[in-house]
């Protein structure tokens, strides 16, 4: 499988930015999808996740309110909508596929691909 992200950049605090994942080479419409963002020395931290369907989103509580997730199954696209941004938000983000099973979906073990990531920085 592939997933390769787009979209980050350099945003002042209180702008947006959109991030989008391609993802190639699974039954997409058959994975649930989640967003992990990084920084350095620190671990991989959970963001937003979106079940198979698109049905069921859920979102760390750092950015509830301010960051949106869906997905588009006919285009093989998973998205990050992202407004209000803090400098705290500034990090390498990840878009990652797991089965849709019983676990910890905040788990970056749960996932079993990942894109190779995309720097957002948000400037103060």
């Known amino acids: 499988a592939q997933l390769v992200e787009s979209g980050g950049g350099l945003v002042q605090a209180g702008g947006s930015l959109r991030v989008s994942c391609v993802v190639s080479?699974?039954?997409?419409?058959?994975?649930?999808m989640g967003w992990f963002r990084q920084v350095p020395g620190a671990e991989r931290e959970f963001v937003a996740g979106?079940?198979?369907?698109?049905?069921?989103?859920y979102y760390a509580d750092s950015v509830k309110g301010r960051f949106t997730i869906s997905r588009d199954n006919g285009e093989n696209t998973v998205t990050l909508e992202m407004s209000n941004l803090k400098p705290e938000d500034t990090a390498v983000y990840y878009c990652?596929?797991?089965?849709?099973?019983?676990?910890?979906?905040?788990?970056?073990?749960?996932?079993?691909?990942w894109g190779q990531g995309t720097q957002v920085t948000v400037s103060s």
């Open positions: 990652a596929a797991r089965r849709p099973v019983q676990g910890n979906r905040e788990d970056p073990s749960e996932y079993d691909h």
């Open positions: 080479g699974l039954t997409f419409e058959s994975w649930a």
């Open positions: 979106i079940s198979w369907s698109g049905g069921f989103t």
